[in-house]
């Protein structure tokens, strides 16, 4: 088995870090233990050309960067992750009467196609001012040109919920596949269900059920990759992972966001720190209290909209997920210190020199080992995650939500604890 993130974007996308190049990638797949990444940004012509100097084809349909450009590293392994050819592109058209905004992930099975399936898209977007560029085309007709050009392509509606880019997202409001894509609509097999929602929640609305959901990091930096992400057991070629996501064969389950962490999780207005439930919202007609602007709804308010399910029912053969936080975030829910800091960088250093890649710590390990080189601090914050015992703030808005482990009185009680854990990452050189 082994772990995929196929949504991400390069240096090239709007907002994003000037790591974002493929040596980096590479470097933090190594840090993750992901086996599989998307390069993201395909439509973009430096980034193409990059792609082309740095990676070498390796599994079938797949990439490896080259040796020259492979950055070392004490906490990385020596793993050689593949890339897949993938990009998201972002449609704003009119349809019904509405202005509709969707985002939609494409995997491609190599370079050649990605020129092919560009110089398709040229004549109607400035593909080099944005390495996810915009189109004012029905999507509907992008998944035509995209099965036009390369019938092997992979198409994927991305974070279907999130209010202001999606297909169910309240800005764009289609309510089933087939009002977005229409006679294509049996062309789409997979989606991706963003940062704010997981399995379960979507399990609500049993039109999807044909759907193979996915989950993947967004990432606009290198360190954010595998924040979501999929846990295929396949061969590591394209074939292979198209076949386990159209089909669900291969396909064993995801790794999520707990959903309230996530940047749109219930509804409200940021600027006004106002924050509701569905239930709240309806009761005030949708009005912001404070301004009295509509407010922002959120993805928990459009699945209910949606939902033909009691909340917490599961379709039948439902698949199994995991909700994780980035081990940065554990690291700093136990201490209390900044999750970029340099003391949790510090152990986060030590930990992945001394344990293995990130994903494997906070999945697999054992929590003795954990505790037996790190102390009973951190083995206990894990052991929460694994569990699900979590303090949860939801985000809303724009605003990411907040996951905690340890109530900040816990931490005052184990000072103690905290200063033999930094004091042993000293010893080890990462201080």
């Known amino acids: 088995m082994f772990v995929a993130d196929l949504h991400i ?211 606009h930096s290198p360190a954010k990759l595998g924040r979501e992400a999929n846990v295929l057991d396949t061969g590591l070629t394209y074939a292979e992972v198209v076949f386990a996501i159209r089909t669900g064969k291969g396909f064993v389950k995801t790794l999520e966001f707990f959903p309230e962490e996530g940047k749109y999780h219930l509804d409200g207005h940021r600027n006004c720190g106002v924050r509701l439930t569905p239930e709240e919202t309806k009761a005030l007609g949708g009005i912001c209290p404070v301004c009295g602007k509509k407010v922002t709804v959120g993805v928990v308010h459009r699945i209910r909209e949606l939902s033909d399910r009691e909340t917490g029912e599961s379709k039948p053969g439902a698949r199994p997920f995991e909700s994780i936080l980035s081990l940065p975030e554990v690291i700093a829910s136990a201490t209390g210190f900044s999750a970029e800091g340099k003391k949790a960088g510090a152990i986060y250093d030590a930990m992945l020199a001394a344990l293995g890649p990130e994903l494997f710590i906070l999945r697999e390990l054992p929590l003795e080992e954990v505790e037996r080189r790190f102390g009973p601090l951190l083995a206990e914050g894990i052991g929460r995650m694994r569990a699900g015992n979590v303090r949860r703030s939801p985000g809303y808005d724009g605003a990411y939500g907040e996951i905690s482990l340890f109530a900040p009185g816990e931490r005052v009680s184990r000072a103690a604890e905290i200063a033999k854990l930094l004091e042993s990452c000293r010893k080890a050189g990462t201080c």
């Open 9 to 219: 974007h390069s240096k090239y996308s709007m907002a994003t870090s000037k790591d974002c190049d493929t040596a980096h990638l590479d470097l933090w797949a190594r840090k993750k233990g992901i086996a599989l990444v998307g390069t993201g940004d395909f439509t973009h012509p430096a980034w193409r050309e990059e792609l082309k100097e740095t990676l070498i084809p390796a599994d079938e349909g797949l990439y490896a960067l080259k040796e020259e450009y492979r950055l070392p590293s004490k906490t990385a392994g020596d793993a050689k992750p593949r890339f897949v050819i993938s990009g998201e592109i972002s449609c704003v058209y009119k349809k019904d009467g509405k202005t509709r905004k969707v985002h939609s992930l494409i995997l491609l099975p190599g370079l050649a196609d990605a020129e092919r399936l560009a110089k398709r898209l040229e004549p109607v977007a400035s593909l080099a001012s944005d390495g996810r560029p915009t189109l004012g085309m029905d999507c509907r007709d992008l998944l035509a040109i995209t099965l036009e050009t390369c019938p092997n392509a992979l198409f994927v509606p991305a974070h279907v919920w999130t209010p202001h880019f999606s297909v169910f997202g309240a800005f764009s409001a289609f309510d089933s596949m087939e009002e977005c894509f229409g006679d294509l609509s049996g062309e789409i097999f997979a989606l991706e269900t963003g940062l704010s929602s997981d399995p379960a929640m979507n399990d609500q609305v049993s039109a999807l059920d044909r759907f193979t959901l996915i989950s993947n990091s967004d990432a």
